[in-house]
């Protein structure tokens, strides 16, 4: 029986975790590379701040990030364990890495600014986010909090301190808006758009898939489930999703520096075609129980709140383009005149007194879909 060998992607812990080549080829993931002279000019020497720094996407770009010698990297997160856990990897590696950890929520205005004026960071990388779509569909008001006005937050705070550079992670779920989360990821492009062209900061977004084996991702149920002995579970046999590798993930997020010009553009990664999950699920047990006559059953447990079978990358009035190989430029017409009216009407609603959530939802989606023009 084979056991899948864990490569830390140089992290602790279950976190960015990568597994050995031959699970990693079952995505194939469209491989992209980047000038790595016109990268280090973007990152050589600068602040750069990365808000969810704790986590899968936040900690590999961290040591990503590393390797070019920026002046200081500065990692925000509320959690302070995997964020400390983080620190101290990059320090075993990189020794003379300038890096510190500010224990702060997004959706703290007063904390961010303190933190902008305490470090001046001159690169920002938004990733701090809630991601679980079926967590988020029973809160739209914790997800609006963090993910639209955390966002609202730090796009404000490095506008008004100047910075170079302001890229924001958002996710294939902001297409066809199926859920709460997609929902307020689609309104944080909106936002990011709305403060581009009008200041210093080249704001960006980068829209991506599933990161293979990140925190909480299905990979890491299979393997788990695997590991135990257990039957693999999916929520519906038909259930496809777009997969893409940390290191891809990584290399968009750093390069959309490089390629925005400052008008919010949104760039989106070559993730190649959608999987379906009960192959990757087959292909996994195969791969555990190589050489043995051993079968894992999957069993569907139903699809749950918010979930789609299908995911899509862009909308069907967004305009398709290729900024560089493997790396798509997204364009549409907006309306954005009424938007921070809207975020006004929306922030009432979330901070008030009496949470109304199926109000804030509403809202939340009015928000979301009122922007595109056909």
């Not at 597994?19 to 600068?46: C, F, H, M, R």
């Not at 040591?63 to 990059?90: C, G, H």
Request: contains cysteine.
């Amino acid at each position: 029986m084979k056991k899948y060998k864990k490569t830390n992607y140089k992290l602790s812990g279950s976190r960015a975790v990568m597994y050995d080549a031959q699970l990693l080829q079952i995505i194939n993931s469209p491989d992209i590379t980047i000038e790595e002279g016109v990268v280090s000019g973007a990152i050589s020497g600068k602040r750069v701040l990365i808000t969810g720094g704790g986590g899968s996407i936040g900690g590999a770009l961290a040591l990503k990030i590393a390797e070019y010698s920026p002046a200081k990297i500065i990692l925000l997160d509320i959690n302070e364990n995997n964020t400390y856990l983080l620190y101290r990897d990059i320090m075993q590696i990189y020794k003379n890495c300038n890096i510190c950890i500010e224990i702060a929520s997004v959706r703290d205005k007063a904390r961010v600014e303190y933190v902008f004026l305490k470090h001046k960071p001159q690169v920002i990388f938004h990733a701090a986010a809630h991601k679980h779509v079926p967590l988020m569909q029973v809160a739209p008001s914790e997800s609006v909090k963090n993910n639209l006005f955390g966002t609202l937050n730090m796009v404000k705070a490095a506008k008004k301190h100047g910075a170079e550079a302001f890229v924001l992670i958002s996710s294939d779920k902001a297409v066809n808006l199926n859920n709460v989360m997609g929902a307020s990821k689609r309104a944080c492009e909106l936002i990011v758009k709305n403060e581009a062209g009008s200041a210093k900061t080249k704001f960006s977004s980068v829209r991506f898939g599933n990161v293979f084996a990140s925190d909480g991702s299905v990979i890491q149920l299979f393997v788990n489930q695997l590991e135990q002995g257990e039957q693999l579970t999916l929520t519906h046999d038909q259930m496809e999703r777009y997969f893409i590798s940390v290191e891809n993930a990584v290399k968009l997020v750093i390069y959309a520096c490089v390629l925005s010009k400052g008008e919010g553009e949104i760039y989106m990664l070559d993730m190649g075609k959608p999987l379906k999950m009960a192959d990757i699920a087959k292909k996994m047990s195969e791969l555990y129980y190589a050489k043995t006559a051993i079968k894992v059953p999957v069993v569907c447990t139903g699809i749950r709140p918010g979930e789609a079978l299908k995911e899509d990358c862009y909308l069907k009035n967004e305009r398709v383009s290729i900024a560089k190989k493997g790396i798509y430029l997204v364009e549409s017409n907006l309306n954005l005149n009424n938007l921070n009216s809207e975020l006004k009407e929306l922030k009432k609603l979330t901070f008030s007194s009496k949470i109304d959530e199926e109000n804030i939802e509403r809202k939340l989606f009015e928000i979301a879909k009122s922007a595109a023009i056909d």
